[in-house]
């Protein structure tokens, strides 16, 4: 497991007025955020951290699945103009308390509040865990007016519950937003989002929703085009608007050279390549994703979608089979897994599918299509009432069943047209190939798609490492000695990081890295070797045998029992009263 590496549970919401669980949900979202700005510490993506939202589950169960050393929680009361927000930051092998604090603030303060409970999360795990560069600051205002802010929360709230219903809840309430403070980007790249998914997938007039949304993503590129946001909400138009796959992972590129770890950016990398038929390249990106998102739904689909277009039907069916363990109301999967029973030639589970889900969109086609490519069956359209081809294209795939290939054909031209979100894969779709891969057809199929540019195959620069001569380790390595064993520093309870980097005159980033380095150790274990060594002497000079073992680990600077029980059994491999017994002996 990754030690550097966390999850931010949902904040409980403890305010007397319940609608503030958007709230309190946002604020999490928002730590989450800038703790994935911190190179090199995996942070779990809300979906998956959010999956235990409501549950009392030991954080041990929480680490295994998502795969973190640690865990936040934490809780929010909101009252009038002030806040109260509650943190615990625990490790998740053996559920022990790292580091707790409560603040109180007004709500005007929040961003401030934001960045201090970011830094000081992200100092702990460096303390713990192992060294990470981490900037001065993790979060920055976009807006100086709160109701604004809380606005966008809402919306965001909304937004992330993935229907269209709720889309329009998110709408208005990001348009209330951008309302009141125009210069805030954030709410018109949400309004994007909503307008571009509904007119794509033809949940509300095409014409006017992209319209809407080209609106929002202009004011929220002239605003601030150095986002992620940015970068994915444009790379997003050129993927699903203007069928540019090459120019959508330029610009993800750019997203991701910002948040390398940002799941919506990854996953749309994998779509990019998807529809280029790089499936190579695409698995890549959605197992990235699923590093930090294990518990998405949609992730989990795309990697068996990858094996479905590849007609490995079984494979994909497994990675179906995961994503309806995490939600198992999810129709991608559920219809996919139809067709891959379909294509197996397995009558028994398609049969056993359809009895789970009787209120499946489309499912009264599975037994047609199943006779028709199994048993030469071509499909009745008589019979049949219009798809309305919600997620999948099946008035396309009738026609290619019922063998009006040449209808089908000039059908799927049309679509190709107006660039429908449903058709984007169409040239890897195997139920489509009797006429994307005719020789027949297969010459007269324009060509959909952009071509790559330069930047297309230029390489990311990882980040420089932090690099310290050897003759300055040198002088601050002596720096350290003088401290630790001439002003015996490490007794200081409330020592931290910072604090010893600013007795040194050295930026907390060039410390961890040194400690790291230099001594091979993270900050805790060089502290508290330190102090073992202390207790040792003590516990064996006569003067201190009137004080119990606790008191002397206390005088050296431990701050709780476990923390010096867990360390020095760590370090010494007896417990303490044991090695003292060994040692009168």
Known sequence: MNQRS???????????????????????????????????????????????????????????????????????????????IAVQLIRTDNGFHIWSETFDRTLEDIFDLQDEISLLVADRIRENFGHLEIEDHLVTAHTKNFEAYSLYLKGRFHQLRWNFNEFDDAIEAFEKSTQLDPMFYQPHFGLVQCYGLKASWGAMDKEEGLKKADYHLKEGVRINNQTTEAHFALATKSLWVNWNPYEALDRLKLALSINPNDPESLESAAEAHIALGQFDEAENFIKSALDVNPLSANHHFTIGNIYYLQKDFSTALTH??????????????????????????????????????????????????????????????KQLPKSEDIYF????????????????????????????GQYLNF??????????????????IPQVFDQPSAQSHSKNKGPSNILISEKEQQDYLLKLKNLMQGEHLYTKESLTLRNL?????????????????????????????????????????????????????????????????????????????????????
């Open 427 to 444: 040239l890897q779709e195997p139920l489509n190939h009797p006429i994307t891969r005719s020789e027949e057809f297969q010459p007269l």
């Open 501 to 585: 980097a600013e007795a040194i005159d050295l930026h907390p980033n060039r410390l961890s890295w040194l400690i790291k380095e230099a001594i091979g150790k993270n900050f805790n274990e060089y502290i508290n070797g330190f102090r073992v060594e202390a207790f040792k002497k003590k516990a064996l000079d006569p003067s201190y045998h009137h004080y119990t073992l606790l008191g002397i680990a206390y005088e050296c600077g431990f701050r709780t029992k476990s923390v010096f029980n867990d360390f020095f059994k760590k370090s010494e491999g007896l417990t303490p009263s044991a090695w003292l017994k060994k040692q009168r002996k």
């Open 393 to 420: 294209p099946w008035s396309l795939w009738k026609l290619i069943y019922a063998e009006e290939k040449e209808e089908a054909f000039d059908y799927l031209l049309t679509q190709l047209e107006v660039k429908r």
């Open 320 to 381: 179906f089979q995961k994503s309806l363990e995490i939600d198992p109301t999810w129709e991608f999967s559920i219809q996919v897994s139809a067709l891959c029973y379909i294509f197996l030639n397995d009558k028994k589970n398609l049969d056993e599918l359809q009895n789970n889900y009787p209120n499946l969109t489309e499912a009264y086609l599975f037994p047609h299509l199943f006779h028709a490519l199994n048993n030469g069956k071509p499909i009745d359209l």
């Open 6 to 84: 966390i999850a931010v549970l949902p904040f409980d919401n403890l305010s007397s007025d319940l609608e503030n669980e958007y709230f309190s949900d946002g604020i999490a979202e928002e730590i989450i955020n800038a703790l994935s700005k911190i190179q090199s510490l995996k942070v779990i993506a809300r979906t998956s951290s959010f999956a235990f939202k409501g549950q009392k589950i030991d954080v041990r169960i929480i680490g295994n699945k998502l795969g973190v050393s640690s865990v936040i929680e934490g809780s929010i009361r909101k009252a009038g103009n002030r806040v109260r």
